[in-house]
């Protein structure tokens, strides 16, 4: 289950945002998978330069609330396993940017010195 | 992790990672010098066939030395067939070039026939250039200067034809090799399988 709606209907952009989104490594993997149709761990290991312990947790946590899956695929002959997003993770990154932008263009502007 | 969260900057870091490795540009270098060692021998049959041996065995050191050290991506569907329309429309571009330059060119206008050879740099030039910044490779530029420059020398400092095929070529080959060594030594091959990277 994702651990906060990304889109939900009568709250402030700020009530709004995807908590799970918004810890920086899972938004890099995400974003990563965005831009692209599917990558390898390998891949997002070397991207976002996280350790191996760290992506498989966070790639367990976006897996669990069905933001991206676990595909199997032939490369070389052999099998591979690809990680892309979902649907439901594709339309939950858009809103997290959405919300995002909402809640930075609402803050006031800082006082010029 | 200090890699930043700018949407476009990962996009392009994305398309950037298929061009650490400098094979394209090893690719790019070979098909100078071969057109140069074409000029010099006239082995028009033989470079054709290089070119094309090179460019599987670019393919196959992609796919065994290359993916297995930087890891592998599909790119999405619509770039995927922009791609192809761009790498479709070069191939076309570089026919043309390739008959206008083997064939005779004695029936167009004057000015044409005497800077036929720095129009044909600069088309050369301009393929590289618009490549470079599809696949958002800066270095590219720089090449496509290159060999603007070198079909400069051969136009009005009467360097060798083939030089100014050769000595661009041998330039991006060198690039392309020390990008290929550098993406070698930052990227050992796992010694273990990540998490869900193979099987």
């Known amino acids: ?113 | 992790m200090q890699k930043g969260t700018d949407l476009k900057q990962i996009q392009r870091r994305v398309y950037m990672s298929y061009f650490q490795d400098g094979l394209w540009d090893i690719l790019l270098g070979v098909f100078l010098v071969g057109w140069g060692v074409m000029i010099m021998f006239e082995f028009v049959a033989v470079m054709g066939g290089i070119w094309v041996a090179f460019f599987f065995i670019v393919l196959g050191l992609k796919r065994w030395l290359i993916y297995p050290r930087a890891g592998y991506i599909k790119i999405a569907e619509a770039r995927r067939q922009q791609m192809k329309m761009v790498i479709m429309g070069v191939v076309l571009l570089l026919l043309g070039l390739a008959v206008s330059f083997l064939f005779d060119v004695g029936s167009q206008p004057a000015w044409i026939g005497e800077y036929f050879m720095f129009l044909f740099g600069a088309m050369m030039a301009i393929i590289i250039f618009v490549l470079g910044y599809w696949w958002k490779v800066d270095r590219w530029y720089v090449y496509a200067g290159l060999v603007l420059a070198a079909f400069a020398a051969h136009q009005w400092l009467y360097a060798p034809l083939n030089l100014s095929f050769i000595v661009p070529g041998v330039v991006v080959i060198l690039c392309g090799l020390g990008l290929l060594l550098r993406f070698l030594r930052r990227y050992p091959k796992p010694a273990g399988e990540g998490p869900g990277a193979s099987g």
């Open chain 1, 1 to 113: 289950m994702p651990a906060a709606s990304s889109d939900v209907p009568g709250k402030p952009p700020i009530a709004s945002i995807d908590r799970l989104i918004h810890e920086p490594a899972r938004y890099l993997i995400m974003a990563y998978l965005f831009v692209v149709e599917s990558a390898d761990a390998l891949f997002l290991q070397r991207q976002t330069e996280l350790t191996w312990g760290n992506l498989s947790s966070h790639l367990s946590k976006l897996e669990e609330a069905g933001y991206i899956a676990i595909k199997k695929e032939f490369l070389n002959k052999k099998p591979h396993t690809m990680l892309q997003l979902t649907d439901e993770g594709r339309e939950a990154f858009k809103g997290y940017r959405t919300n995002m932008k909402q809640v930075l263009d609402d803050l006031p502007q800082p006082k010029q010195d």
